[in-house]
């Protein structure tokens, strides 16, 4: 499987604990210049050696370019990444990453926004937090943790210019400092716009909240750092066409789309090879998609005219894709 190719040398210039299972990184020019600049909601893939490549959202203030910040959470079940970062690297270490992407961007007309954090999804958050403040437009940032050893980034947080604008909640707290989310979305002015980033049982309990309270999902955003289990395909092999040269691909019943153009000798672009990131988002020309990724919306998959290529598969006997 291939990866887009380290575009920056970043070094190791500081890991800490910051909080249980959790350490942040700071990533500097080898030689001390001003790094490629980020949105807030952005995220690099960091090359961790033997193959592995992994998103991590920019937890840093967007107008600093002398460092990227990011905190990685310690899984159990991880696929190699977080161990890596936890038990592997050292300071000075030299690793190659991609420039910034963001497929998580503040919404530059929203009078308001609502930034919920679940866990180490705070990161994308906090480097909105710093965006917001400094052009001055309102929001509140809600970050829940199962306790105060589990909130990274508390220090930054007590001490931040916006510290009047973050509050914390612990699941092992007193009930009345708990999320409640149908307040906070009745209370909210009217065109704000929400931000939840964190495990997918809060993503989801959050934007059904927002939408049984009427909230268009125009105005619901959200950013997933692990695709959903698995589910069993409807279907079996089928065909994709690429519009460029009428070239027709068989995919097989277990292959993705990616692996079966590899095969063929057609690179596409991968990062994630989960669903989450979006890299390998193709425009789809004709044929219906079996949507099963974790990046598109549900307004989005019903349009059928876009997929991600590295975990989707078709309905239709083709898919004929802007390839």
Same mark, same amino acid.
């Given at each position: 499987?291939?990866? /887009?190719?380290?575009?920056?040398?970043?070094?190791?210039? @500081?890991?800490?604990?910051?909080?249980?299972?959790?350490?942040?990184?700071?990533?500097? %020019?080898?030689?001390?210049?001003?790094?490629?600049?980020?949105?807030?909601?952005?995220?690099?893939?960091?090359?961790?050696?033997?193959?592995?490549?992994?998103?991590?959202?920019?937890?840093?203030?967007?107008?600093?370019?002398?460092?990227?910040?990011?905190?990685?959470?310690?899984?159990?079940?991880?696929?190699?990444?977080?161990?890596?970062?936890?038990?592997? *690297?050292?300071?000075?270490?030299?690793?190659?990453?991609?420039?910034?992407?963001?497929?998580?961007?503040?919404?530059?007309?929203?009078?308001?926004?609502?930034?919920? @954090?679940?866990?180490?999804?705070?990161?994308?958050?906090?480097?909105?937090?710093?965006?917001?403040?400094?052009?001055?437009?309102?929001?509140?940032?809600?970050?829940?943790?199962?306790?105060?050893?589990?909130?990274?980034?508390?220090?930054? *947080?007590?001490?931040?210019?916006?510290?009047?604008?973050?509050?914390?909640?612990?699941?092992?707290?007193?009930?009345?400092?708990?999320?409640?989310?149908?307040?906070?979305?009745? @209370?909210?002015?009217?065109?704000?716009?929400?931000?939840?980033?964190?495990?997918?049982?809060?993503?989801?309990?959050?934007?059904?909240?927002? =939408?049984? @309270?009427?909230?268009?999902?125009?105005?619901? %955003? =959200?950013?997933?750092?692990?695709?959903?289990?698995?589910? /069993?395909?409807?279907?079996?092999?089928?065909?994709?066409?690429?519009?460029?040269?009428?070239?027709?691909?068989?995919?097989?019943?277990?292959?993705?789309?990616?692996?079966? *153009?590899?095969?063929?000798?057609?690179?596409?672009?991968?990062?994630?090879?989960?669903?989450?990131?979006?890299?390998?988002?193709?425009?789809? *020309?004709?044929?219906?998609?079996?949507?099963?990724?974790?990046?598109?919306?549900?307004?989005?998959?019903? =349009?059928?005219?876009?997929?991600?290529?590295?975990?989707?598969?078709?309905?239709?006997?083709?898919?004929?894709?802007?390839?």
């Amino acid at each position: 499987m291939s990866h /887009p190719e380290a575009e920056i040398t970043l070094r190791l210039a @500081a890991k800490h604990l910051a909080a249980e299972d959790i350490c942040a990184l700071e990533l500097r %020019h080898p030689e001390g210049a001003a790094l490629p600049p980020f949105s807030a909601g952005a995220h690099i893939d960091l090359h961790l050696g033997e193959g592995l490549v992994r998103q991590y959202s920019l937890a840093g203030d967007p107008a600093d370019t002398s460092r990227y910040l990011l905190g990685v959470l310690r899984e159990p079940a991880s696929r190699g990444g977080s161990l890596a970062v936890h038990d592997k *690297l050292r300071e000075g270490d030299l690793l190659g990453a991609s420039l910034p992407r963001n497929h998580f961007p503040l919404h530059e007309q929203a009078p308001h926004s609502l930034l919920l @954090a679940g866990g180490i999804g705070v990161t994308p958050l906090l480097s909105m937090a710093e965006q917001l403040h400094r052009e001055g437009r309102g929001f509140e940032l809600h970050y829940c943790t199962r306790s105060a050893a589990r909130t990274a980034f508390a220090e930054r *947080l007590r001490d931040a210019a916006w510290a009047a604008s973050a509050h914390l909640h612990h699941d092992d707290g007193p009930a009345a400092q708990r999320l409640d989310l149908p307040g906070l979305l009745r @209370a909210a002015p009217p065109a704000t716009h929400l931000y939840v980033c964190g495990p997918r049982g809060f993503i989801d309990w959050v934007l059904q909240g927002g =939408r049984d @309270a009427g909230w268009e999902d125009a105005r619901l %955003h =959200r950013e997933y750092f692990a695709a959903a289990a698995e589910l /069993p395909s409807t279907g079996g092999a089928f065909e994709v066409e690429l519009a460029s040269s009428g070239r027709v691909v068989r995919v097989a019943p277990a292959q993705t789309i990616v692996q079966a *153009l590899a095969a063929a000798g057609v690179d596409v672009a991968t990062s994630c090879e989960q669903g989450v990131c979006g890299t390998c988002l193709t425009r789809v *020309l004709r044929g219906t998609p079996e949507h099963r990724d974790s990046y598109l919306t549900d307004e989005e998959r019903a =349009r059928n005219d876009q997929m991600l290529l590295c975990c989707s598969r078709a309905l239709s006997p083709r898919l004929v894709l802007e390839l």
